[in-house]
T-cell receptor, first 113, second 115 residues
């Protein structure tokens, strides 16, 4: 158990819909990272937050957005969903910055039908 | 810009044989380097990490990796493969970029262990 929790574990929805994925980092960790893992694209870094502020952006689509709240939990919002958005979405946290070890959550499996 | 290249998306070894997973990186400054492992239906977990101290880094489960600056490599090895080592392995690099530390993961190598 990494100490990072993600909800829900599974999510099935339809094209065009909007979903919110939630992540609670390890106690004391200030950085949160979001990743998308799919068979064809592999592990893709989406976005990083540090203590409530956006720190780095990766291959995140404009239809996707994220935020980190004052209690340090984070949410990833995916809108206008397409079939290709079906993937595993991982959240990770680290103490401060990305030179620190990242601790990964169990992931949310999103299926878009 | 930094990058990571993992040679071989699939590697098969016999149980008891040497495991060698290759990782080459590109970074304009001395990087931090990581190997993570992902077991089926799980998130990634850290195997080992290089932070510019010793060039030979020992990790969990008998794995180790050697940082070779001249070759820009950070290959992962284990002397004797065990069935439980079957998993996907990711190399990652972290270095300063635009005022903050950026981390980049490789595309992963799936290790199959043949009994």
């Amino acid at each position: 158990d990494s100490g990072v929790t993600q909800t829900p574990k599974h999510l099935i929805t339809a094209t065009g819909q909007r979903v919110t994925l939630r992540c609670s980092p390890r106690s004391g960790d200030l950085s949160v990272y979001w990743y998308q893992q799919s068979l064809d694209q592999g592990l893709q870094f989406l976005i990083q937050y540090y203590n409530g502020e956006e720190r780095a952006k990766g291959n995140i689509l404009e239809r996707f957005s994220a935020q980190q709240f004052p209690d340090l939990h984070s949410e990833l919002n995916l809108s206008s969903l397409e079939l290709g958005d079906s993937a595993l979405y991982f959240c990770a946290s680290s103490t401060r910055q990305s030179t620190d070890t990242q601790y990964f959550g169990p992931g949310t499996r999103l299926t878009v039908l | 810009a930094q990058s990571v290249t993992q040679l071989g998306s699939h590697v098969s070894v016999s149980e008891g044989a040497l495991v060698l997973l290759r990782c080459n990186y590109s970074s304009s400054v001395p990087p931090y380097l990581f190997w993570y492992v992902q077991y089926p239906n799980q998130g990634l977990q850290l195997l080992l990490k290089y932070t510019s101290a010793a060039t030979l880094v020992k990790g969990i489960n008998g794995f180790e990796a050697e940082f070779k600056k001249s070759e820009t490599s950070f290959h992962l090895t284990k002397p004797s493969a065990h069935m439980s080592d079957a998993a996907e392995y990711f190399c990652a690099v972290s270095s300063p970029s635009g005022g903050y530390q950026k981390v980049t993961f490789g595309t992963g190598t799936k290790l199959q262990v043949i009994p």
